[in-house]
């Protein structure tokens, strides 16, 4: 725990800023950056380069409140059919550029929901997956899964299809909370899920957990972290609460009174990390948790974890294809996302010949090597500016800004190399973003910008 006080960190170190998951952030993308752009990016990419790929499916069975992600509901299943078709047609104009059977180590399923792809949808999906490309043997896949909603058989669908891991969402486990939220989630679900998806074959399990959600309190986070805990999934991603009404209409159903204060947050966050390390879990970054003998936990260790916008994650590939509504691709030279809202994504590729992309971002060498040290930074807490600075650079300016970190003890300075201490964990963001020139030009540009914040609170 630092010497700071949560109130006099807040005062330091409160404001909204991004989870650095690219950088370039999404707050820098543009429709400069559309269809013709993204064709070029794929096509140049080196015929040997490996791929991960996302597939993001945007439907839940109900929505919760507190939700920030791109959902919505779809009831008929003709709809969520169509859709995966379109998954797979998307596809293949994505391989039609850059070409068949790339190498691929990692897949995941994001939403929303994904297990409201029916299950022949899926099971297509993944066929054309693998006609596709060349699915590696350890291949790492993966999918979210709502525990009050997985459709009967989908667990042995998961295992009989190679999924290694799933990802469930938790939040909290207290009823008052989970009412403010409209998610009624029971322990007893949760706990079942975990244990038929394990029978399954499907043997990696994430948590999800939230502080800073309406009532909750320390005593409350803590409970449900020790309870989750007991279930021994292999991995826990705690977040804090990102309270957005201003983009997410459906958060003014959260009253703004119900939610706990930026120091209270911080206490709640640092409750949760004491129960999670007492009861054997290795922190990871900004807010993941891990067992020692986790791959993500071996990454952080011998500093091979990397960061995207999946978030922490063992994937070294340096292009990520997302296929889907809003789904984000990585490509060397830059960042694009699709269509948003599904009606559009759909009318994209019906009518059109080409892909489904909306905006983006170009990234430039600065960039990269700007985007570099802030992912060494969020991933191992810690960057060799010498070692990974371009000619020219003396980061003056940085290292001023560094000073006051220095002075609470959240950074050590030696030589070149920056290190954010362990008292220092909850600032990280803050660490990272004063190496990121793409929002300091965006406020200045916007000085109105603080009225309309395009992220959330960073504490
Ligand atoms: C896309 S959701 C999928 C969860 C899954 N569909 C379920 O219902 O269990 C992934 C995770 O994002 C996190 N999340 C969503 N909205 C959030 C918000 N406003 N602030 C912080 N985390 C959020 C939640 O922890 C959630 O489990």
Known sequence: MSAVSPSDLVLRYGGNLPRYTSYPTAASFTDAVGPAQAEEWLRALPPDE????????????????????????????????????????????????????????HIQFGGGTPSTLPAASLRQVLRSVRQFFKVEPGVELAMELDPRHVPAGYPDLLGDLGFTRISLGVQDLEEKVQEACGRHQSFAQTEA???????????GVNVDLIYGLPYQTEESVAATARKIASLRPDRLAVFGYAHVPWKQKRQRLIPEDSLPQPAERLRQRTRMEDVLCAEGYLPIGLDHYALPGDPLARAAQNGTLRRNFQGYTTDSSAVLLGVGASAISMLPDGYTQNITTVASYVRALADQTGLPVARGVARTAEDKLRGRIIEDLM????????????????????????????QDGFVQLDGSCVRVTEAGR??????????????????????????????????
């Not at 899920?193 to 043997?203: L, P």
């Not at 990272?432 to 504490?459: I, K, W, Y």
């Open 50 to 105: 490996a791929v991960s790929l996302y597939f993001h499916v945007p439907f839940c069975d109900e929505l919760c409140r507190f939700c920030g992600c791109n959902t919505s509901v779809m009831r008929h299943e003709d709809g969520r059919i169509a859709y995966g078709d379109l998954l797979r047609e998307e596809l293949r104009r994505v391989v039609a550029l850059v070409g068949p059977q790339r190498s691929v180590n």
């Open 193 to 203: 899920c975990i244990n038929v998806v394990r029978a399954a074959g499907v043997t």
């Open 379 to 406: 991933c191992t807490m810690q960057v060799d500016l010498q070692a990974a600075h371009g000619e020219g650079h003396n980061f003056l300016t940085e290292y001023a800004a560094l000073r006051p970190f220095v």
């Open 426 to 459: 909850p600032v990280l963001r803050n660490v990272a973003a004063v190496f990121d020139t793409h929002r300091q030009s965006l406020s200045s540009a916007m000085p109105g910008a603080a009225s309309q914040p395009r992220f959330a609170t960073a504490l």
